[in-house]
């Protein structure tokens, strides 16, 4: 009969179980750890990865506020506009009417400046005008009323100015050197003598206009001859300046005139002449002669001729 050793038999099962039960505790052990290190391994890749977002928003944020300068851009454009609105202002004061205006003959070639307050005769009107407040002094008759400028009246109030212009004439008889010569304010000679003519109001001989040489003028490339006139009547006075040039087969004459009454307003005063002439040496500062062709300046003879005063 066969006898088991249940002793030996338990004490064997207790051993398997002992080392299954330290391999189950290595194996936990192990497991622990492993456990373990794969936390610390996510702990750290967590960390990290939190980092670098810390770092790409620290990173970002430069990026951003440096888009915010672009976008200050159209802001700094504004100002522009009222630069460019204020062109126009610049346009108007440039579109201002100028302080003289320009006047052109064709058919003499004749052209000055003159002040726009100051008034244009031509036609008609110069040639009232010369017939009502002075004579050309060409040295024959034949002359041409052109053009003349008035001082306007109210340019003196309550003064004693009568009148004062400038005017010009041509006359295509005279030659080169009758040109150089004047009519009634100056002999032939050009010496210089006391004109007497007969006073209606005594009877007797006064003079009345001294007579003086002609002196020479440049205007551009233009060589006048100048001659001057001073009569008195009661207590008014005339004074006359008269210019003349030899230019494309004719004698061209410029004048200017000032005459006063002597008599003021209540409260007005006496105009001061050579003030007046300076002024109208300003229109004869400005003349030019242009070339023109003979016959356009002897077809105009006969027409003004009819209308100028006997020389």
């Known amino acids: 009969m066969t006898r088991f050793n249940f002793k030996e038999v338990s004490k064997n099962v207790t051993a398997r179980e002992s080392v299954a039960r330290g391999q189950k505790c290595f194996e936990n052990n192990v497991s622990t750890l ?8 996510c702990s750290v890749a967590v960390g990290c990865s939190s980092e670098k977002p810390k770092t790409e928003s620290t990173t970002n ?3 951003i506020s440096q888009m915010t300068p672009p976008a200050a851009v159209p802001t700094a454009s504004v100002p522009v506009t009222p630069v ?3 062109k126009p202002v610049r346009k108007k004061t440039v579109r201002r009417a100028p302080v003289t205006v320009a006047y052109a003959d064709k058919a003499s070639g004749v052209s000055f400046e003159y002040p726009r307050k100051y008034v244009l005769k031509t036609g008609d009107g110069m040639s009232e005008l010369m017939t009502s407040d002075g004579a050309m002094d060409f040295v024959q008759p034949g002359g041409i009323a052109i053009a003349a400028v008035t001082v306007p009246e109210g340019a003196y109030p309550k003064s004693d100015l009568a009148s004062a212009f400038f005017d010009v004439s041509v006359n295509k ?3 080169a050197e009758q040109c150089g010569q004047f009519g009634g304010s100056q002999a032939k000679e050009t010496t210089v003598s006391p004109a007497a003519t007969s006073n209606p109001a005594t009877g007797g001989d006064a003079p009345t206009q001294p007579v003086v040489r002609p002196t020479k003028l440049m205007i551009g490339d233009m060589e006048l001859q100048s001659t001057g006139t001073t009569a008195s009547a009661g207590s008014g006075k005339e004074e006359s300046k008269y210019y003349h040039v030899f230019e494309n087969g004719a004698c061209y004459e410029f004048a200017m005139k000032v005459a006063t009454t002597g008599e003021t307003d209540e409260g007005g005063k006496a105009v001061d002449r050579e003030e007046i002439f300076k002024r109208l040496g300003r229109i004869l500062a400005t003349v030019k002669i242009n070339p023109v062709k003979s016959a356009e300046v002897t077809a105009s003879v006969p027409t003004a001729a009819a209308a ?4």
């Open 61 to 63: 944020q430069p990026a």
């Open 84 to 86: 460019e609105q204020a």
């Open 173 to 175: 008889t005279l030659t």
């Open 34 to 41: 492993v456990f373990a290190g794969l936390l610390i391994v």
């Open 308 to 311: 100028s005063p006997a020389q």
